[in-house]
């Protein structure tokens, strides 16, 4: 279980920010005519709770990879209030998804002493890639999209609550790979042009690539996200897949279920800080 138990009014606080951040997001996608979802738990959260799963303490969404590049270059001026976390913009950001995050606070987690670049409350923007029509291409492809996520985070963190033998491969690859001085900047480059050589604008499949270290990447037909559902979520509507249904139980199995408190997720935080947004 990776469970944090949060004063019922910090997080409170911490969710009402996340959706201002949220609802600053949705702005511009709609005056530039960009396309996202909400994703993972936040979708869940939609369908399940019109909102927040209770004890979620982030946000989700996701876009094709057409949009988010589009929605990066809009984003990518001078903002008072935001800044684009992504391995564009951080020399030791390890993720291959990327963080709308407000400035002047901080949600901070044990890894954080381990890179130089401060990480504030944010919602997390995944990417959806084409996938190769032929079974044995893609199967390659997702394996080795598998591998440049692990290379990618184990190039600048060493990753301590995993099972003990895992512990020990990602530390063995940690030193490894600072030894001979490979920045997560390189495997990004490298797993950025991998994926360019499958864009397809007829695949049938699509894939999130920046699963959790040990997650394999999710597979989804892109005619689930050609059809958009308006869902209410806390006091706005959002963006859902038409065919949530089958990308929650992909997701989840019995996503209507609540689970067990031992199973339930969210973020073991060092410091929450709301800066000039405290309660």
């Given amino acids: 279980m990776k469970y944090n138990e949060y004063d019922d009014k910090i997080l409170k606080h911490l969710q009402s920010l996340e959706l201002m951040i949220l609802k600053d997001f949705i702005k511009i996608c709609e005056e530039n005519d960009l396309t996202y979802y909400m994703y993972a738990g936040s979708l869940l959260g939609a ?14 969404v996701i876009m094709f990879r057409d949009d988010f590049e ?12 935001y800044k684009l976390l992504s391995i564009e913009t951080e020399k030791d950001y390890f993720h291959l998804l990327s963080k709308l995050m407000l400035n002047n606070t901080k949600f901070e987690e044990k890894w954080v002493n381990q890179v130089d670049f401060n990480i504030g409350i944010n919602i997390d923007i995944f990417v959806l890639d084409d996938l190769s ?8 492809q997702l394996k080795k999209s598998f591998l440049y996520n692990k290379l990618l985070i184990m190039s600048k963190i060493k990753l301590d609550d995993l099972p003990f033998i895992t512990k020990v491969i990602t530390h063995v690859g940690y ?8 920045k997560p900047s390189t495997i990004n480059k ?11 604008p007829n695949a049938e499949y699509v894939f999130d690539i920046s699963a959790n270290a040990n997650e394999y990447p999710q ?11 308006r869902i209410k979520f806390e006091d706005i509507e959002v963006n859902v897949p038409a065919n949530y249904d089958y990308i929650l139980k992909s997701l989840y199995g019995d996503y209507m279920q609540l ?3 031992e199973d339930r997720y969210n973020h073991i935080t060092e410091t929450l800080d709301f800066g000039p947004y405290e309660l």
Avoid at 190 to 200: A, D, G, V
């Fill in 259 to 261: 689970p067990p408190k």
């Fill in 175 to 182: 030193h490894i790979l600072n030894l001979f001085r490979i």
């Fill in 47 to 60: 369908i399940r709770h019109n909102g927040f799963i209770p004890w979620d303490d982030d946000l989700d």
């Fill in 70 to 81: 589009k929605f990066k270059k809009i984003f990518n001026s001078p903002n008072d209030k």
């Fill in 133 to 140: 029509d032929n079974k044995l291409k893609r199967s390659f």
């Fill in 219 to 229: 597979i989804f037909r892109k005619s689930d996200f050609e059809s958009i559902k």
């Fill in 190 to 200: 490298k797993c950025l042009s991998f994926l360019k050589k499958y864009k397809n």
